[in-house]
């Protein structure tokens, strides 16, 4: 995103991004992303270029704005009664589909268009709220929790340094051995 600062939810801005990201998506899908320009998406949207320009910058900018709102998670992770399990299925749904062609595509327009870092920290909030979601239901049925950067940077980063360096060496497994690696030798002692 532009390093100006983002507007207001809501209101005339939130329907302004809405129609623009909607655009995009449609004219992706329909002609290709090759094919994107600012005043297609504009004219797509009902907007002005220049309001495109204003808001995001540039077209991959607003490829990576488009991108974060993809990446962000739709459901609370699931509750399957323990912290193993629930964070081992958590990370094998994530890797899954972080690590598909659409979620690696995201992951790039994300990174590409944020010169200022906002757009990875949102990505990486996303991935910290639905840890911190697991973290906080185990607490509250007494399980000993790890912190939550200790899932962060032992489970989810080698996750994400694999999808994007070294894409074909993904599997299930992958992700719930750095579940048990996190749980096992990297708790706190209680």
């Known amino acids: 995103m532009s390093s100006q600062p983002r507007p207001r939810p809501g209101g005339r801005s939130a329907r302004v991004q809405q129609s623009v990201h909607q655009a995009v998506r449609e004219l992706e899908g329909e002609l290709g ?7 297609l998406v504009a004219k797509r949207a009902g907007v002005t270029p220049s309001t495109i320009y204003r808001r995001w910058g540039d077209m991959q900018e607003l490829l990576s704005d488009v991108a974060v709102e993809r990446l962000r998670p739709e459901t609370a992770p699931a509750d399957l009664g323990s912290l193993r399990a629930d964070l081992e299925a958590w990370a094998v749904q994530f890797l899954e589909e972080m690590s598909s062609a659409a979620g690696r595509a995201y992951i790039r327009d994300a990174l590409a268009g944020d010169p200022d870092g906002s757009n990875s920290g949102q990505c990486s909030a996303y991935a910290a709220e639905q840890v911190g979601v697991i973290l ?14 200790v899932v962060m940077d032992h489970v989810v980063a080698p996750m994400m340094y694999r999808i994007l360096f070294r894409p074909g060496l993904l599997e299930a497994d992958y992700a719930t051995a750095l579940v048990d690696t996190a749980l096992t030798r990297l708790m706190p002692l209680r």
């Open 33 to 39: 992303r090759g094919a994107l320009t600012v005043p």
């Open 136 to 149: 906080a239901r185990a607490g509250e049925r007494d399980e000993p929790v790890p912190a939550l950067d």
